[in-house]
Nanobody, 124 residues
């Protein structure tokens, strides 16, 4: 069974770029039909999907954050990375990486495997 582990700094200064890496073990990020995602949760809010890189390397982002979100992957290391630029305190959250699979293509997906999450605080 695949396991996911987030890695990156827990404190980021405003206006800087938040960068987190998800290390996958026990399964390849190139395996057909899987989608590798970043999700966050902040106090008073629900889970917020940020974006995905799919098994072919195509990316998909939350529209409201598209301009400052970038997800990339390193298949040799079986890792994928979130870069969120120009952060503000509103970006403070617990960030999760997760593996998603489509239940109904084009309509529904579920996140079947999650990392443990990592707290990222945006503060000067």
């Amino acid at each position: 069974q695949v396991q996911l582990q987030e890695s990156g700094p827990g404190l980021v200064k405003p206006s800087q770029t938040l960068s987190l890496t998800c290390i996958a073990s026990g399964g390849s990020i190139t395996t057909t039909n899987y989608y590798w995602s970043w999700i966050r949760q902040s106090p008073g809010k629900g889970l917020q999907w940020l974006g995905t890189i799919d098994y072919l390397g195509s990316t998909h982002y939350k529209p409201s954050l598209r301009s400052r979100t970038s997800i990339s992957r390193d298949t040799s290391r079986n890792q994928f990375t979130l870069n969120l630029s120009s952060v503000t305190p509103e970006d403070t959250a617990v960030y999760y990486c997760a593996r998603a699979i489509l239940a109904v293509p084009g309509t529904h997906a579920y996140f079947e495997v999650w990392g443990q999450g990592t707290q990222v605080t945006v503060s000067s």
